[in-house]
């Protein structure tokens, strides 16, 4: 099946700096890649979508100067948490489409902002 | 507003006991539905997808169903194993690529 990394797996930083999470199609071209959030014991929460050369689209209530984005080729996508304060931290995890329909999620993201 | 529902939020069951998993979902003109299984801490792992024109799938001791006109589908497994547990998420593409994801049911399978 399709593989989707993510790295780092897991990452703790200072309150003000920024932090960027890898997401990589590793056996197929993702032309869109989306990127979600879950909260300890809650669902998903999709925060964006990128579309490999364009910009991303955010969902509402989602800062776009805050989560920058860029999907600059068909097998990475690139989230950077700017100056990172105590409430970013969560599990952020990606996923990737290509040709057919399905969503091929990574292994997450685990973010701690001290 | 387009909502997907998972009940219970938890469930215990006896190794080798069958068991379904529900999810319910607000509007019935889906693109498709997924059922996922995410284990603490980590990703998700996709078990079956079912295109609206289906009506099942089934992958080993897993079978997935849809009824569009109810706004259901069930996820069933067979013959239960500790591995089996872990969280269960139902997530669903109303007609555009975006998918709208359940609050899972935790599933511990008691040995």
């Known amino acids: 099946g399709a593989v989707v990394s993510q790295h780092p797996s897991r990452v703790i930083c200072k309150s003000g700096t920024s932090v960027k999470i890898e997401c990589r199609s590793l056996?197929?071209?993702?032309?869109?890649m989306f990127w979600y959030r879950q909260f300890p014991k809650k669902s998903l929460m999709l925060m964006a979508t990128?579309?490999?050369?364009?910009?991303?689209?955010?969902e509402q209530g989602v800062e776009k100067d805050k989560f920058l984005i860029n999907h600059a080729s068909l097998t990475l996508s690139t989230l950077t948490v700017t100056s990172a304060h105590p409430e970013d931290s969560s599990f952020y995890i990606c996923?990737?489409?290509?040709?057919?329909?399905?969503?091929?999620f990574g292994p997450g993201t685990r973010l701690t902002v001290l | 507003k387009q909502e997907v529902t998972q009940i219970p939020a938890a469930l215990s069951v006896p190794e080798g006991e069958n068991l379904v998993l529900n999810c319910s979902f607000t509007d019935s003109a889906i693109y498709n539905l997924q059922w996922f299984r995410q284990d603490p801490g980590k990703g998700l792992t996709s078990l079956l997808l079912?295109?609206?024109?289906?009506r099942e799938q089934t992958s080993g001791r897993l079978n997935a169903s849809l009824d569009k006109s109810s706004g259901r589908s069930t996820l069933y497994i067979a013959v239960s194993q500790p591995g089996d547990s872990a969280t269960y998420l139902c997530a669903v593409s109303f007609g555009n690529e975006k998918l709208t994801f359940g609050t899972g049911t935790r599933l511990t399978i008691i040995p």
């Open positions: 056996d197929f071209q993702a032309t869109t």
């Open positions: 996923s990737a489409r290509g040709t057919s329909n399905e969503q091929f």
């Open positions: 990128s579309n490999e050369g364009s910009k991303a689209t955010y």
């Open positions: 079912i295109q609206s024109s289906q």
